[in-house]
T-cell receptor
């Protein structure tokens, strides 16, 4: 089983749609979880940290399910500018940030 | 504004040559990281660097690679005797080590080995 696994997509959705991505991780000792957004040939940019209680930032909601070892990202009211690859990242350390990334899920939002 | 700046943004080098990629922190960061991403593949951890020492490195980070902070400011990744498969985007990242536990990436250095 891969350490961090994501559906590569692409997810093709119309503007205004709600879309959800899941990411599973294999190591139950994982400490912290993140969603990054990556545009083509650019650096990953932090979208959200993911907390056990779930967290929301505008149209974006992230959830963590430790029992089933997955995290999710929900995007409401999709915008054209949301088109990007969404990377799930998991850190197993408590100090140093040795992130293990998934391959990413590609989202295409169309007019 | 990026958290760290990286140079060069793009470098083309011949196989077998040595390459030095540089990372300049915006402020006084403690933890530095190098990650790489081969085109079409996932972002992979290479090495973490704290207090002028390597704290952890991945299997990828073999003797071909080295990191240092020569002048207390710039943080460099040296790749000796480059191979075609070293072609990738190399990202420097920082982490302040304070209450936040997230890391932020520089804009990357795109290395093409020909």
């Amino acid at each position: 089983r891969k350490e961090v696994e994501q559906d590569p997509g692409p997810f093709n959705v119309p503007e205004g749609a709600t879309v959800a991505f899941n990411c599973t991780y294999s190591n139950s000792a994982s400490q912290s979880f993140f969603w990054y957004r990556q545009d083509c040939r650019k650096e990953p940019k932090l979208l959200m940290s993911v907390y056990s209680s779930g967290n929301e930032d505008g149209r974006f909601t992230a959830q963590l399910n430790r029992a089933s070892q997955y995290i999710s990202l929900l995007i409401r009211d999709s915008k054209l500018s949301d088109s990007a690859t969404y990377l799930c990242a998991v850190n197993m350390n408590t100090g140093f940030q040795k992130l293990v990334f998934g391959t990413g899920t590609r989202l295409l939002v169309s007019p | 504004e990026p958290e760290v700046t990286q140079t060069p943004s793009h470098q083309v080098t011949q196989m077998g040559q040595e390459v030095i990629l540089r990372c300049v922190p915006i402020s006084n960061h403690l933890y530095f990281y190098w990650y790489r991403q081969i085109l079409g593949q996932k972002v992979e951890f290479l090495v973490s660097f704290y207090n002028n020492e390597i704290s952890e490195k991945s299997e990828i980070f073999d003797d071909q690679f080295s990191v240092e902070r020569p002048d207390g400011s710039n943080f460099t990744l040296k790749i000796r005797s480059t191979k075609l498969e070293d072609s990738a985007m190399y990202f420097c990242a920082r982490h302040r080590g304070d209450s936040g536990n997230t890391i932020y990436f520089g804009e990357g250095s795109w290395l093409t080995v020909v």
